[in-house]
């Protein structure tokens, strides 16, 4: 077994985290270049000062789960959301039960907060939002965020639903309580079931194609039938119907009834 592999199940053991299921080349590119920078030689010395550093273990876990996230990415795609899908879906059902899957540090599930209550009131909503990385949860759950993370948000959201505290932007208290956060592994927890929406957008592209087409499976079975899945711009799946899947728009894909 060779440094890197032994690695993995190091991981596994440690935090049930499967590396295994994650594109090799990246992965080791981007976990290497921590360690050298730290000064170490090997992942199994990765490992054993992980065991003994906690701060280590989360910087290990940022650049494993890529934490780049911003308000309103793409903002097409969010148009898309707000003036087509959300309308069909709340024709269908009075309550939307949303998730947020890979939320890193709550940009997208408070983009989609705010997006929402302009069609409802936001107690008809339910929004779930997980992550592996408990830092991320702990930082999302704070609601501080700078000025380049809202850079792509229209500036009558921005006015709307924050308050600039010095160098931050501090989240409206309404759009915060409306989304739940709870630590989740996309590829090892069970899923809830009866999603009306689950948003899971440039995070599947870390993944194997194996992995990949698992999570296309377990996104469909947790949808209600109709229900939508949301993807990155990068993330286009190519035959929707063998995962139960039909194009509703461009990286919007509906659950066959």
């Known amino acids: 077994m060779n440094d890197y592999q032994q690695f993995i199940e190091n991981v596994k053991r440690k935090t049930g985290i499967d590396l295994s299921q994650y594109k090799e080349a ?6 290497t270049s921590l360690y050298e920078k730290r000064g170490m030689k090997s992942f199994q010395q990765f490992f054993q000062e992980m065991e003994k550093d906690e701060k280590l273990f989360h910087e290990f876990l940022d650049r494993m789960t890529i934490n780049v996230s911003e308000f309103y990415r793409n903002a097409k795609r969010w148009e898309v959301l707000e003036k087509k899908i959300l309308p069909k879906l709340l024709e269908q059902n009075r309550h939307l039960k949303i998730w947020s899957a890979a939320c890193s540090t709550g940009e997208e599930p408070y983009t989609l907060a705010m997006v ?16 592996i990385d408990e830092n991320a949860i702990a930082r999302a759950k704070i ?28 989240i409206d208290e309404k759009i915060k309580r409306a ?7 996309l590829l090892a927890d069970p899923f809830d079931r009866q999603f009306d929406l689950i948003v899971c957008r440039n995070v599947l592209i870390y993944f194997t194609e194996e992995a990949k087409e698992r999570l296309y499976y ?12 949301f993807v990155g711009s990068t993330e286009q799946i190519f035959n929707p119907g063998l995962y139960g899947f039909e194009m509703e728009d461009t990286f919007f894909y509906r659950k066959i009834n």
């Open 116 to 131: 929402v209550s302009k069609l409802v009131p936001l107690a008809r909503v339910s929004i779930l939002a997980t992550d």
């Open 143 to 170: 609601g501080m965020y700078t000025e380049r993370s809202l850079q792509e948000l229209p500036e009558e959201m921005k006015r709307k639903f924050f308050t600039k505290e010095g160098m931050y932007y501090k």
């Open 218 to 229: 377990k996104f469909n079975q947790a949808l209600r039938p109709g229900g939508i899945l």
């Open 179 to 185: 989304v739940t956060f709870k630590k989740h592994n």
């Open 26 to 31: 990246q992965m080791k590119r981007r976990l």
